[in-house]
Every structure is written in structure tokens, then in C-alpha cells.
């Protein structure tokens, strides 16, 4: 177990990744530590069938396909844009995709409204200019700048939420695949070495805000990762990174199976009533995604453990659910309290099992909240 | 299994070699290697049977190669098919079809299953691209061959099906288009041979994981169809033995479905064997042609030699009708859950197949939409000699498979016309794309394991370069790449394989001239004017917009009401693309009009059916159908709904009809018929009696109590020559108490029209109600009484404007306000007739223009002062016009010598009051004298 906080997919997967590196006996793409299959499965895991001599967990749960456009996109000329609702694992796959090809996913720009051009490209340290004037070594350069000079993958996280302008800095990048530095007389063009690619996320809910230019989409490949509806998948997703988070707040806890069913179904059903909403008012403002869940679960989970008795119980299930979803005042609390009695009340009638223990709980965090 | 012994050393290899796998996988003799061995004692059995089966798989192309190449070689005189055994007549009317089509088979009243499952429907659909219509096309050309359909018939499939459990899959996934292509084939119920498919979840799941794919029709294209493609057909034959046995040995058994598949076995095998004794043909010139899954069976009736005693059950009562329906691949697609585009693409590598292997493939004469074939030289190849069947699966199996070959110049020009397709769709592509598009296949085919692209890798890539944030046009690429793959193919039926009816309405639109068998939409124009013929066009085309879903007939210009001759009309058609609409149409009756009497006679008679829609059924049979019977018929039905009515919802609607339909008569009849004087006749006395209830009655609204009052007003005269009493209403409306203030004022606009009630009383209780603050607040309703008693009493409009004006100038704004959206509303929705009455009525009242507001005054408040000297209202008055007549004679002489009558006066009994008032006023009468005179 590492020190940090949150390691990156790099350095935590770091034996796999030199493993697969160690075994991996195909052609491999410019500068690329693994070749795209294995890339393939460094991500969605390994099977029997693939005859490798250990298993290699799972780690992006989510559509085949998707994966493998992605990464046949990264080995194109293109760069790859993943564009989709909130929670839906945009990021993480970048990370997991920059790890796997370039073991390198911390070269990020986050897209913000301040973000500017100097972000993406290069600025420079005042204090040294001043002392010794224009060159590489006063120079700073983006991490994108650093990803061309070193041929790894740079990521741009929520690419639409920086301005119009700042993101077309990014077409003569992906185009031309050089920097010019017109401050510098010689060295004043800084080329991209051989795998450099630009992986960006975008988030579909903020579409509009700074729309992205035709320029500049002609530049991206588009993957759309879809909300997961599947249950079962669902289920293992969030198995999966509530473990993870379990292990790193180094907590003893179980999840019994029947809350993880409580927590599914009751997104489920919030979803539903989401989509057969009319108005924004009758909806929940949250996306409700996996993400989501997982923030939920995560939440009753530590305060189970702090407060509670060491144990998850519904009660606490409800009440984070409550807490986490409810944003706004009276239209949240509202759907929620609707929920609650429409669908929550019978179904407690008629199944029993946690049902009731997490109306209860549900109801609680309503009055505490209204 | 004596029959074996002789050839068991064909499989024995194979059986020593999967003995060994299963020992090697699960350490011993279980379960892995009973089935192991079962399958190839499966096959075994079927490549011995002395009848010989052709197991083929539904939509594969590589099945419709290696059946025409088998019949070729063979040449059989007699061909079973898996097929319902009633759908055989229709077989031959292919010919005059388009493939793909459905043969259909469809009951629209049922007896002997439950009222709810009508009407009753079977398709089998039948694309170019399959082994089927190889083996129909080969027996209907050749001379001396029989083709023999052994499946269960279209009735047994409903009696063996436990309803609510058809796996048709219709609908299936997100990736079933959503065009009107998949909706051909309605709800019916699909049927098809060579249906193939793990029945397992877990392995069409491990398949396709394994397989890399997506779906399973992909993985068949992959892993079945590319490597048969040129194999021979004893490989063909087992290979296919041996998916069909692994599939029904890995089933997890749901005992009903397995229940239905054995049964039909057993049946199929029983019509087999009784064919051959009946006609004594030799099992050796006899080809069956099933699905694999069916060639794997183990029932004891399997065989030649198989045991006969499966009883066919009869058929149920139901009357089945037969016939083509177009079909199209979406709709095949959609029907039997295949992946979107999958029968698209098995078309186009069926025709890549015949190119390469040079199979001439067999087609019916006259197929229309099909190349002509080819002449060429009678191959009068000698039916081959059969060889002893020796296993070919062992190097099959062994052998690596072998992958599409694709070639790059193809795959080239795939990048260059998606791009330009998705270019014509709005897409900002360029040739740039196409690059990418094409390189991006090039990857993908790399990572999923295939030395080249397959169609499927080329529409992942087309979506990944291609496909941005949003979809510009009404297609997306993956569509687009479907299109392009060969696209979306409608079958159309031929003329000659059309029912009457179709027939007959293309008969009847012929002078239209236009291409109707056609898809798409096209314009007619009608000038009746011009050519008087085209009526009766019309006359088709009005049933069939009230026969046929929306969109087959549009009337753009021209409507057709009751009384009205149409001199114009124009359409937009598009009975080629609601082919099977018309085709059911047929099975209901020989012509539009017996189709459109049954409808509406069923309409009519309907235990739901209300006097409204009774009405609305008359009249639709006097717009469409001109039938006086009918009309007759059905109006002695509603007046028989009406009187056992309790309700007065349907008054509105009633009385709307009958006005129209009284009009009608009176306009273009001699005399009314019969059933509509009793219909007024019997609704005055219906609605008389219920008027006090629907006063008091709450569920009874004030639009329905208002269009109760225009019956009994408005057909009143009509009624009372009839025989009606006007005591009735008087009394019916003496015993009406409303509480609801809307239906208090309806009461006393009734008793305004009626007399009783004097427009000054009316104008001062409703200014007593403006006066008194405790009951304000409930004026606007009374207002909207008023508004609806426009409907029974139009005189009454003036006041209505009165009254609303005054509301405006004397409603404090806490009640207007509030009230003036109920007010538009109500107009709007329930006045439209009544909101124009009332506008003309204002512009009469109101000034025209702003200079005269000013001086403006009321018309209410300038009447005033004659409303004082108006004689009051006497008992006597109605006699005082006739004394004044008596008193003046030569008025009414001078208009009886006009009209030719010759008549005598009698006198009067008294005084005539009236002639002592023109004694006594007579500048008015010289007035006039001297006004006559001038003139």
C-alpha cells in the first residue's frame, strides 16, 4: 500500500503493468509500452481463454467496443474525445488508457473557465527571465508541451468548459503536432515525439457552454460512454470501487448483498421517474450515475464506521442517499419524499428485507432536512 | 442402431479424439463427455439417415450456396420444407412478388382459442438470400418435382403455443430501427426455418466474448457462414449437424419449448412417411430441408424407418385466410431479434458468394426485382452417385478459420462512400475522414484478432471518426453504414398475388394514373368537374382514408361532407408503402365498401357503443357507403341506444349529428326517412324525462344540460308535428331545480325561450346578483350558463353581450381576474361554434370606431324608457294577430290570388283588439299606404 492519498493508475498497478510489459510479445505502436491488445486487457481484465499465466483483474466496466476504439483511436492520427454524462467512468478510463500506453497519466490539464492558452502551451518563470532572459530553462512548459516532448498521452479534462478560444489552441497541436515558441530564436519549435496522442473528456450535461469548434472536433474522435442501465454490471462497478475505497481507508466492513440490491434498485427507480419527469422541477438535479452511487455508498459506509456500530446498515443507507441527492431545497426533498411514500412504502409492505429499515431511515433525514 | 455398425469407423477417429479432450478437461467420464459423444452420435445418425436431410440456418447465405449447389447436383423429385403445411398454395404466387416477402397466414375472428388473441397472424418471411426459396424456386421450375411443406400447420402453431411466451424477440434492443420498415409485419406471429440459435444465455454470451463480436449474427458471420462458404456439402452438412446438436444439447431445457420443437419433429417426420407411402417415391430422391436444430432431433419418430405414432391433432374452427404481405429486411430484423443490418449485409455476401463460387442459383420465372436469369446450357448432370459419408468434421474442426477476405480496394471504397454518405446527411466529413475511417478499420480488425476488417469493424471505425456530439440528420452513421451495406430491402407483391380487394381498389384508382403499386407517396389530382369519372375514384379513396392507417390516403385539398359534391380534390397516396394494411384489408371482405359496412356494422352493435357513436356510424355510412338500408338499419339501432341511456354525456355529440344529419335530409330527400322522425321523435320524450335529473344531477356537465335543451328547442317543431307534447318540456323544465349556478342560468335562458320569463326579469336578477356582495363572487357562473344556453337559444346573444359587459364594468378584480382564463378556455374549447355568435352580436352592439366611444351608450341603458310602454305580455295576445288579419282583408286576398288559393274568410268572434289599436294609431298605416303608393 502506497503512501499517497490516491496513487495513480501507474503507480498502483505498476507490477501488473511491468508484468504484462514483461510477457508482451507483439508489435506495439510508436512509443507504447504495451501493444493495443494488451492494453485491451490491462483494462477490462483477462480471461482463461487469453492464456496468460495470471489474472488480471478488471478495472472499466463498460462495453467492449468502446474500449477498442478508443484505443485503435490513440494509435491513429486522431486524439480521443469521451464525451457523457457525469459518473460514467470518463476519466478514470483516460487514466487507466494513459497509464496503460504511456505509464504516464498525470500529464492533465483541467478545463476550467480560467483556464488559458498558457495551460495548454507553455509560460514562462518570471523571476528567471528577468535573470537570465528567454530560453528552454526559464520556459514552462504545459503538461500537454511535456507529452509532446516526451511521447506519452496528455489528458484535458472537461475540455467544454474551457473558452472557445483557449480550446482551438489545441488544433495546430493535434494538426501540426508542434509548439512554436516565437520568444525563442533557435529551438523556437517544440515537435511531438512519436505516441503522442490528447485524451479529452467532456462532460454531455454542459454541451452549449463552450461549444467545441467544427475545427477542432474534426480532430477528436468522438466515444460516447453511455450511463450504465445494466444491472448486473452496475452491481459489479460499484463492488469494485467501494472496494477500492474500502482498502484505502483501511476499513473492515462488509457490504451485505441485499443493501447493495436496496441501493441499485432505488436508483433504479429514481432514474425512471427521472425519465418520465416533464419539467426539471419533477427531476432530481443529481445525473444519478454510478458514480453517484458509489459516492452514496462510500458515505454510509464511513459513517457506519466512525458512528455507527461498525456495520451498514439501511438506516444509514437511506440517510446518505437522502443527504447526497438532495441539492436543492423544496423540488429535491420533494421527489424524494414522493419516492419515499410511492414506491419505498409499499414495496416495504410487500417485501420486508431492508425495505423498511430504509424508509425509516429515509423519512428521518427528510424531517431533519425540511 | 444395427444401421450403424457398418459405418461407425467413420466417426470413430473423431469420437477416440473428443474421448480424449473430455478426459483431458474434466479428468474423467461425466457429463462433458456424454455430450461430446452425443453430438457426434447426433450427427452420425443424420448423415446415415436414408432420407437425406439438408439442415440449413436461417438468412444464410452460405446455406442458399450449398442448397442450390446440392440441388444442382442431386436434383430430387421431392422437396420437404419446414414450412407450415396450409401455406403451400401461396407458394407459387411468389413469382409476382418483389422479395422479400411474408407469406401470411391470418384469422381475424377466432373459434376455438380466446377472444383476446384475434385477429390470429402467422408470418413466414422469405428473402432471395436463403436456402428456402432456393429449394421453392427449384421445385415450383422444375417439371415432376413436389414440394411438400411438413410443418405444423398456421392453427397448430397457436394451439401449441403457450401465449405470452413466443420468443419472436420483436422490438429487441436500442438497435432496432425505429422506421416504419420494421413495423411490416405488424403483430403478427413469425415463423422461419432453420431458426439457430444457443437457447443458453451463458453460451451465446461466452460466444460472442470469445468470438470478439458484438452480437450473435455477427459471430455466425464470423465463425459459420465465412468458413462454409466454400466447403463441400458433406463438410457443409456436418458442420451444420454438429452446431444444430451442440445447441440442443447445451439447452437449458424450458420443457414447454422443447415440448413444441419435439412435436413438431414428430410431425414433420409423420407427414414425411406418409407422403412417401402414398406416393411410393423412393426416400433416395428425396431431400429434406430443416433447420439444423431440428436435424440434431432424438425424438423415435425421427427417421425413415422412425416409429408412427404421433397423432396429428385437427384444427380448430378458426377460418384461415392466406396471403403475400410485403416484407423488408428491418423487418425480419426486428421480428426475429437480429442485429440491425444483419440480413442487409447476408444479402450482399449471398451475391458476393455467386460471383465467386459461380453456383448458378435457382429462381422462380418472373421473379420480379431479379436479374433475368441467364441462359444456359441444360446441365442434365446425372444425379450424383451417393458416396458412403465419411468424416469430414475432423478437419474441419482442425483447420484455422478462415477469414474474410476483404480486400483493401473494397475496403477503400467503403471509406470513400461512407464518408460521402454521412456527408449528404449533414455530417462535416471530409476526405480526411475517410483516411481515418480506413485506417481505424485497419486497427480494429488488428485487435479483435482478424486479418482484415469485416463489415462490422468498418462500421465501428465509420462510427469512431466519423460520428461527433450530435446527429445532424435523421440518420445516424451507424445507419448510415447499414445503407450503405446494401440497405433496407421492402419486397413488394405483385399485382396477380394481390386478394380482391387490393385488387379491385387498383382496378377502381386506375384512372388516376399513377404508379400506386409503388412505395412512396404520390400526388393525385382530382377534377371532378373536368372528368365526372373520377368520382367514383374519390368515393375509394374517402373509405380508404377511413379504413387505412394514417399517411396510405391524405386528403390535402377537398373534404367530404354530408350534402357536398365534390368539384376538386387532391391526395397524397402511398398505398405501395402501406402494402400490407391493404392485404388485410382482403381478408375481411372482396371490396372496400362490404369491409367499411362490416366495420361499421360492428361499431354499431358493440355492447360499448353509445347513441353518439351509433349516430356517428349512420353517418359515415350516408358520407361513404350511400346505402339507405343501412343507414335505416343502423338508425333504428341508435334510437334503440338512445331510449336505454341513462346517461346524458353523449348530448352533445348527438345533437351535433342529428342537426347534420336532419340537414342532410331535408336538403337532398323528399321525405325524411323513418327512422330519423322516430329518432327526434323519441329523443324530445328521452330527453324531456331526464331533464330535471340532469339538472340536479352533478355528473351531468352544463354543455351536456345546454346541448339536452338545443334537442328538445331545436327539433322541437320537427317533434311536435310528430305527435310530441310541448306540455312535456314545459313541465320537465317546471320540475328542474339546478343548484349549480351555471345550470340556474341555462334554466332561465330555457324559460326566456320559453316565455316564461321576461328578458326584463332576466336583466334584473342579474343585476341583483351584480348588487349583492355575498353572491358576486358566483357570478361568472352563471355567466357560463349563459354562454352555453347560446347553444338551445341563440336569440339570447344580445343579452349574453349584455350581461358579459356588465360583469367587465361591475366585477371587482378580484373575480374577474381570476375568471378571464376560465372564460377564454371555455370559448375556445367548448364555444368554438359559439364564440363566433357571440363576436358578431358584440361587433353589433359595440361601436366601430374609437371617435364614437364617447358618446356611446349602452343599448340596455337606452331601452329603458320604451321598455316602460312595451304592452306587457297577455294571455290573449296570440289571438290579436288573427283579428287584425280578419279585420284587413286584403292583404292576405291579395297574396291568396297570387298563389292561385281560393279561399273564403270567416269571421271573427270579437272585437279584434289589434284593429282597435290601428284605429286608433293610424299614422303608421298611412305611413306605409303612402309608402306602397310611391313604390
Redesign the interface.
Known amino acids: 500500500m502506497s503512501d499517497l492519498l490516491r496513487a495513480p493508475a501507474e503507480l498502483k498497478y505498476a507490477e501488473e503493468l511491468d508484468w504484462l510489459e514483461s510477457v508482451d510479445d507483439a508489435p506495439k505502436p510508436f512509443s507504447w509500452r504495451l501493444s493495443p491488445k494488451m492494453v485491451r486487457l490491462f483494462i477490462l481484465g483477462s480471461e482463461r481463454s487469453d492464456g496468460l499465466d495470471r489474472e488480471i483483474p478488471q478495472k472499466w466496466f463498460g462495453d467492449r467496443g468502446l474500449v477498442e476504439r478508443s484505443i485503435v483511436t490513440l494509435a491513429s492520427d486522431r486524439g480521443l474525445l469521451l464525451i457523457g454524462d457525469p459518473g460514467t467512468g470518463k476519466s478514470w478510463l483516460a487514466e487507466l488508457l494513459s497509464a496503460a500506453i504511456c505509464r504516464n497519466s498525470t500529464l492533465v490539464v483541467q478545463g476550467t473557465a480560467g483556464t488559458t492558452e498558457d495551460h495548454i502551451k507553455y509560460s514562462w518563470n518570471v523571476s528567471m527571465v528577468i535573470a537570465r532572459g528567454q530560453s528552454r530553462e526559464s520556459m514552462i512548459p504545459s503538461p500537454i508541451m511535456t507529452a509532446m516532448e516526451t511521447g506519452a498521452i496528455g489528458r484535458f479534462e472537461e475540455l467544454t468548459r474551457a473558452t472557445s478560444d483557449v480550446q482551438d489552441a489545441l488544433i495546430s497541436i493535434l494538426s501540426e503536432k508542434y509548439v512554436s515558441v516565437p520568444e525563442l530564436d533557435d529551438e523556437g519549435i517544440v515537435f511531438a515525439k512519436p505516441g503522442f496522442s490528447v485524451i479529452a473528456t467532456a462532460n454531455s450535461r454542459d454541451r452549449g457552454v463552450n461549444d467545441l469548434s467544427s475545427a477542432l472536433k474534426r480532430r477528436f474522435n468522438f466515444v460516447r460512454i453511455p450511463v450504465v442501465t445494466n444491472k448486473r454490471s452496475e452491481a459489479e462497478i460499484v463492488r469494485f470501487r467501494t472496494g477500492e475505497l474500502l482498502r484505502r481507508h483501511r476499513i473492515e466492513l462488509d457490504v451485505p448483498p441485499t443493501l447493495l440490491d436496496v441501493l441499485l434498485q432505488s436508483f433504479a427507480d429514481l432514474r425512471a421517474s427521472s425519465a418520465a419527469a416533464g419539467s426539471d422541477d419533477e427531476r432530481l438535479e443529481s445525473a444519478l450515475s454510478t458514480a453517484e452511487q458509489i459516492g452514496v455508498l462510500e458515505d454510509a459506509i464511513l459513517h457506519g464506521n466512525f458512528f455507527g456500530e461498525h456495520a451498514l446498515t439501511a438506516r444509514t443507507l437511506a440517510s446518505s442517499l437522502v443527504g447526497s441527492l438532495a441539492r436543492r431545497e423544496p423540488e429535491d426533498l420533494a421527489i424524494l419524499n414522493k419516492y419515499l411514500h410511492g414506491v419505498v412504502e409499499p414495496r416495504s409492505r410487500e417485501e420486508g428485507g431492508s425495505w423498511p429499515e430504509f424508509l425509516e431511515g429515509g423519512r428521518d433525514a427528510i424531517a431533519t432536512l425540511s | 442402431m444395427d444401421e450403424t455398425t457398418a459405418d461407425e469407423t467413420a466417426f470413430t477417429a473423431l469420437r477416440t479424439q473428443l474421448r480424449e479432450a473430455a478426459t483431458a478437461f474434466a479428468g474423467g467420464p461425466d457429463a462433458l463427455e456424454e455430450i461430446l459423444l452425443g453430438i457426434v452420435d447426433d450427427i452420425d445418425r443424420a448423415v446415415h439417415e436414408p432420407l437425406e436431410i439438408f439442415p440449413v440456418c436461417h438468412h444464410s447465405p452460405a446455406s442458399a450456396t450449398a442448397m442450390a449447389r446440392r440441388l444442382r447436383e442431386k436434383r430430387p423429385k421431392a422437396v420437404y420444407l419446414e414450412l407450415c403445411e396450409d401455406m403451400a398454395p401461396l407458394l407459387t404466387e411468389l413469382r409476382n412478388c418483389r422479395l422479400p416477402v411474408a407469406v401470411q397466414a391470418f384469422a381475424a375472428e377466432v373459434d376455438g382459442f380466446p377472444a383476446q388473441w384475434s385477429p390470429l397472424s402467422v408470418v413466414a418471411p422469405i428473402t432471395e438470400a436463403s436456402a428456402e426459396y432456393q429449394a421453392i424456386a427449384y421445385a415450383l421450375e422444375t417439371p415432376d418435382v413436389e414440394l411438400v411443406l411438413v410443418d405444423r400447420s398456421s392453427d397448430h402453431v397457436f394451439q401449441w403455443d403457450a401465449r405470452g411466451a413466443h420468443a419472436t424477440g420483436a422490438g429487441s434492443g436500442p438497435e432496432a430501427p425505429a422506421e416504419e420498415e420494421a413495423a411490416l409485419h405488424g403483430d403478427a406471429v413469425g415463423v422461419e426455418i432453420g431458426d439457430l440459435r444457443p437457447r443458453f444465455a451463458e453460451l451465446e454470451e461466452h460466444l460472442l466474448?470469445?468470438g470478439?463480436v458484438?452480437h450473435w449474427s455477427e459471430w455466425w458471420h464470423q465463425y459459420v457462414e465465412l468458413p462454409l462458404g466454400e466447403s463441400d456439402h458433406d463438410t457443409y452438412r456436418q458442420v451444420m449437424f454438429l452446431i444444430g446438436s451442440l445447441f440442443r444439447r447445451l439447452a437449458p431445457g424450458d420443457p414447454h419449448r422443447v415440448r413444441v420443437d419435439e412435436d413438431r419433429e414428430r410431425h414433420m417426420w409423420t407427414r414425411m412417411r406418409r407422403h412417401l407411402q402414398e406416393t411410393g417415391t423412393d426416400p433416395a430422391d428425396c431431400l429434406y430441408v430443416c433447420g439444423a436444430f431440428h436435424a440434431a432431433s432424438r425424438v423415435a419418430e425421427f427417421g425413415v424407418l422412425g416409429e408412427d405414432t404421433f397423432e396429428i391433432g385437427p384444427r380448430t374452427a378458426t377460418r384461415w385466410q392466406y396471403g403475400l404481405i410485403p416484407s423488408s429486411h428491418a423487418a425480419i430484423e426486428a421480428q426475429f431479434g437480429l442485429a440491425a443490418g444483419s440480413v442487409s449485409i447476408a444479402a450482399t455476401l449471398w451475391a458476393k458468394n455467386l460471383r465467386r463460387t459461380r453456383v448458378e442459383p435457382y429462381r422462380l420465372a418472373g421473379q420480379a426485382g431479379a436479374g433475368r436469369p441467364k441462359a444456359r446450357k441444360a446441365v442434365a448432370a446425372a444425379p450424383a452417385e451417393q458416396a458412403p459419408p465419411s468424416d469430414r468434421l475432423t478437419g474441419f474442426l482442425g483447420r484455422p478459420p478462415v477469414l474474410d477476405g476483404l480486400d483493401e480496394a473494397e475496403l477503400l471504397g467503403w471509406s470513400v462512400e461512407i464518408v460521402r454518405a454521412a456527408r449528404r446527411s449533414g455530417y462535416?466529413a471530409?476526405t480526411?475522414?475517410a483516411i481515418?475511417v480506413f485506417?481505424?478499420s485497419i486497427?480494429?480488425a488488428?485487435?479483435?484478432?482478424r486479418a482484415k476488417p469485416t463489415p462490422y469493424d468498418f462500421q465501428?471505425?465509420a462510427?469512431?471518426?466519423i460520428?461527433?456530439?450530435t446527429v445532424p440528420g435523421r440518420r445516424d452513421v451507424r445507419r448510415l453504414v447499414e445503407i450503405m451495406m446494401g440497405g433496407d430491402r421492402v419486397g413488394r407483391v405483385g399485382y396477380d398475388a394481390l386478394p380482391p380487394l387490393a385488387r379491385d381498389v387498383h382496378d377502381r384508382l386506375a384512372p388516376l394514373n399513377l404508379k400506386l403499386q409503388q412505395r412512396g407517396v404520390r400526388r393525385a389530382l382530382l377534377d371532378m368537374a373536368a372528368r365526372p369519372e373520377l368520382e367514383s375514384c374519390s368515393d375509394v379513396l374517402w373509405i380508404l382514408r377511413r379504413l387505412m392507417p394514417h399517411g396510405a390516403a391524405r386528403p390535402i385539398m377537398g373534404e367530404r361532407k354530408l350534402g357536398e359534391r365534390p368539384i376538386q380534390e387532391s391526395w397524397d397516396l402511398a398505398l405501395g408503402t402501406h402494402q400490407r394494411s391493404l392485404i388485410e384489408l382482403g381478408y375481411e371482405g372482396v371490396s372496400v365498401e362490404q369491409v367499411l359496412e362490416q366495420r361499421l356494422r360492428r361499431t354499431a352493435y358493440d355492447s360499448r357503443a353509445t347513441a353518439a357513436t351509433v349516430l356517428g356510424a349512420v353517418e359515415d355510412t350516408v358520407l361513404y357507403l350511400r346505402g339507405h338500408r343501412l343507414a335505416g338499419e343502423l338508425g333504428a339501432h341508435a334510437l334503440k341506444v338512445l331510449s336505454a341511456e341513462r346517461s346524458v354525456d353523449g348530448a352533445p355529440e348527438v345533437l351535433r349529428r342529428v342537426r347534420r344529419l336532419l340537414a342532410y335530409y331535408r336538403t337532398g330527400e323528399p321525405v325524411l326517412p323513418p327512422w330519423i322522425e322516430s329518432f327526434v321523435k323519441a329523443g324530445y320524450a328521452h330527453y324531456c324525462t331526464l331533464l330535471p335529473t340532469a339538472f340536479t344531477d352533478d355528473d351531468a356537465g352544463v354543455r351536456q344540460v345546454g346541448a339536452m335543451l338545443g334537442f328538445l328547442f331545436g327539433m322541437e317543431s320537427l317533434a311536435l308535428s310528430l305527435g310530441c307534447d310541448r306540455t312535456q318540456l314545459e313541465l320537465a323544465l317546471a320540475q328542474s331545480r339546478p343548484r349549480d349556478p351555471a345550470k340556474t342560468a341555462l334554466l332561465w335562458a330555457a324559460r326566456t325561450h320559453l316565455g316564461q320569463l321576461t328578458r326584463a326579469q332576466l336583466r334584473a336578477r342579474c343585476d341583483e346578483m351584480l348588487g349583492n356582495p355575498m353572491v358576486v363572487p358566483a357570478y361568472p357562473r352563471y355567466l357560463s350558463g349563459f354562454l352555453h344556453a347560446l347553444e338551445p337559444v341563440p336569440g339570447l346573444a344580445d343579452f349574453v353581450v349584455e350581461a358579459v359587459s356588465n360583469a367587465f364594468a361591475r366585477l371587482p378584480d378580484h373575480v374577474l381576474l381570476p375568471w378571464l382564463p376560465t372564460l377564454i378556455t371555455t370559448l375556445r374549447s367548448d364555444g368554438a361554434e359559439l364564440a363566433p355568435l357571440l363576436i358578431r352580436e358584440a361587433g353589433r352592439t359595440f361601436p366601430g370606431r374609437l371617435a364614437a366611444l364617447d358618446a356611446w351608450v349602452p343599448p340596455w341603458r337606452a331601452r329603458a324608457e320604451p321598455e316602460a310602454v312595451r304592452p306587457a305580455r297577455r294571455s290573449g295576445a296570440r289571438a290579436s294577430g288573427a283579428a287584425l288579419l280578419a279585420a284587413h282583408p286584403a292583404a292576405c286576398d291579395a297574396v291568396a290570388g297570387l298563389l292561385g288559393c281560393d279561399g273564403t274568410w270567416q269571421s271573427a268572434e270579437s272585437a279584434p283588439p289589434g284593429a282597435a289599436l290601428a284605429d286608433r294609431h293610424p299614422r303608421t298605416a298611412v305611413a306605409l299606404e303612402a309608402l306602397l303608393a310611391a313604390s
Open positions: 466474448r470469445h470478439r458484438r462535416p471530409s480526411a475522414d481515418a485506417e481505424t486497427l480494429l488488428g485487435i479483435r484478432d465501428d471505425a462510427v469512431t471518426c460520428e461527433k456530439d
